[in-house]
């Protein structure tokens, strides 16, 4: 693979630092994927916002919340090496073809002394450290499965093949999923060992097993960068709101 500037070696602006505090949290960073929505042919989590790669963003993010105690990014196989110079604070390892591939290379890095594991998308660059918390609070209060959810704000219609609309759904009971999702290591180790085919969910595979997945409020902040127009809101959230770096 072609290498960018985004991942450069200079790291002077860009060093994250190892996350310290109750230290009972492994967060897994699955950061192989191309992306190709947004576009520019480097892999998305190395598209920069801001002069800095989306996931040197979210790591310095993760690294701030009190309770983690590692990271592990899942790497393009190309770029283990320079991701390692960009997140110097985390642990590296190649990522797989999928999304899932990549989770389960990161959790195999996790020690068995840690006792919770989170998932985080790097396109969620600007997740706040106070949700990465309140995830990791609620699977230490006994939870099999937390997710971040936002209520759905626009009107929902079911439509056929031909897109002709079938039903006006009713939006008050459905939820716009984030990352992190948290989970004991555990019961995610089991969901991806009993896997029988491919989900870009953690929480999906957890499903399987038969377990209650649970809700806690989701953040603005945490919105997918995953298009060009992303992007563009990303940089306007941090032209505007400096503090949110």
């Known amino acids: ?6 991942v450069s070696s200079d790291i002077d602006s860009r060093d994250v630092p190892a996350p310290t505090g109750r230290r009972d949290v492994a967060v897994l960073v699955p950061a192989a994927g191309l992306g190709l929505r947004l576009g520019g042919g480097t892999p998305k989590a190395l598209r920069e916002l801001a002069g800095e790669p989306l996931l040197v963003h979210a790591c310095r993010r993760v690294a701030q919340a009190p309770s983690v105690a590692m990271i592990v990014v899942a790497a393009p196989p190309a770029e283990v090496d320079a991701v390692r110079a960009l997140v110097p604070g985390a642990t590296v390892v190649p990522g797989g073809a999928t999304r899932q591939e990549s989770v389960a290379a990161a959790l195999s890095a996790v020690p068995a002394t840690i006792d919770i594991v989170l998932v985080h998308d790097a396109a969620r660059a600007l997740t706040p450290p106070d949700l990465v918390e309140a995830v990791a609070a609620a699977v230490r209060s006994g939870l099999p499965a937390v997710v971040p959810a936002l209520p759905v704000v626009d009107t929902v219609k079911r439509v056929d093949t031909a897109d002709r609309v079938l039903e006006t759904v009713d939006r008050t009971p ?4 984030q990352t992190p999702q948290g989970f004991p290591r555990q019961t995610l180790l089991a969901a991806h060992a009993q896997a029988t085919d491919d989900h870009t969910d953690d929480a999906g ?3 399987r097993l038969g377990h209650q997945v649970h809700t806690v409020p989701g953040s603005d902040l945490a ?4 298009r060009p127009l992303d992007l563009l809101i990303a940089t306007a959230l941090l032209t505007a709101h400096p503090e949110v770096r």
């Open 205 to 207: 595979l957890v499903e």
């Open 223 to 226: 919105l997918k960068i995953t």
């Open 174 to 177: 459905l939820r716009i999923i």
């Open 1 to 6: 693979m072609t290498r960018t500037p985004a």
